[in-house]
């Protein structure tokens, strides 16, 4: 179990800029997460799959956000035309399906997104 | 929707003593329960985790948490805390036919010689 891993770990980018940040969850887990963090507040949920199927999004989630998980294993999260308002922390958790609703989510080290 | 409270930003605790943190939630039917841990510029590391059962749980790094459905809480707690345990703690909740988790604002706390 290598735990689940994200990169880059740090991306800096001028506004109007696209990014994108892959999550590789731990390797028998089938449910994704992203969430993001800004400074000083807990990790608020942007979206979740489970394998392939993205069932649910945030309204947090602009149009400007898309993620994708192609084959149920990594993700991508891509933002489009970055705005000064994205920078934040984007954490990607991952658990298992074999938990029923008990479902325990762990947590990726966090991609640190600066938009100057 | 639920909601988390975490109602201390920031306590300051000497080496040795206790530790309690403080979590309210809101919601209607029993929440799923969680406590993570961050370190500076790092990701969550799970602490303990209540879905059922016993009120009182144990969890990694000498933690236990007590969920009272009465007063709608679940603190952390620590007997003796460890200069390693200065970090930002979160508690989180998620409802039993929901997987997103919703997070408190976080509590940090800093460890004193």
């Known amino acids: 179990d290598t735990g689940v891993s994200q990169d880059p770990r740090h991306k800096i980018t001028k506004r109007g800029q696209n990014v994108t940040f892959r999550c590789d969850p731990i390797?028998?887990?089938?449910?994704l997460y992203w969430y993001r963090q800004t400074l000083g507040q807990g990790p608020e949920f942007l979206t979740y799959?489970?394998?392939?199927?993205?069932?649910?999004k945030s309204r947090l989630l602009s149009d400007r956000f898309s993620a994708e998980r192609p084959k149920g294993s990594f993700s991508t999260l891509e933002i489009q035309r970055t705005e000064q308002g994205d920078s934040a922390m984007y954490l990607c958790?991952?658990?298992?399906?074999?938990?029923?609703?008990?479902?325990?989510?762990?947590f990726g080290p966090g991609t640190r997104l600066t938009v100057l | 929707a639920q909601s988390v409270t975490q109602p201390d930003i920031h306590i300051t605790v000497s080496e040795g003593a206790s530790l309690e943190l403080r979590c309210n939630y809101s919601?209607?039917?029993?929440?799923?329960l969680f406590w993570y841990v961050q370190s500076p510029g790092q990701g969550l590391q799970l602490l303990l985790k209540?879905?059922?059962?016993?009120?009182l749980v144990q969890g990694i790094k000498g933690f236990e948490a007590e969920f009272k459905r009465s007063q709608s809480s679940f603190n952390l707690r620590k007997p003796s805390v460890h200069w390693s345990d200065a970090a930002e703690y979160f508690c989180?909740?998620?409802?039993?036919?929901?997987?997103?988790?919703?997070f408190g604002a976080g509590t940090t706390v800093t460890v004193r010689a």
């Open positions: 958790a991952s658990s298992s399906a074999s938990g029923g609703l008990e479902d325990t989510q762990y």
């Open positions: 390797s028998e887990h089938n449910r």
């Open positions: 799959f489970q394998n392939e199927a993205q069932l649910e």
């Open positions: 919601y209607g039917a029993t929440p799923y």
């Open positions: 209540y879905f059922s059962g016993d009120t």
């Open positions: 989180a909740v998620s409802r039993s036919n929901d997987y997103k988790l919703s």
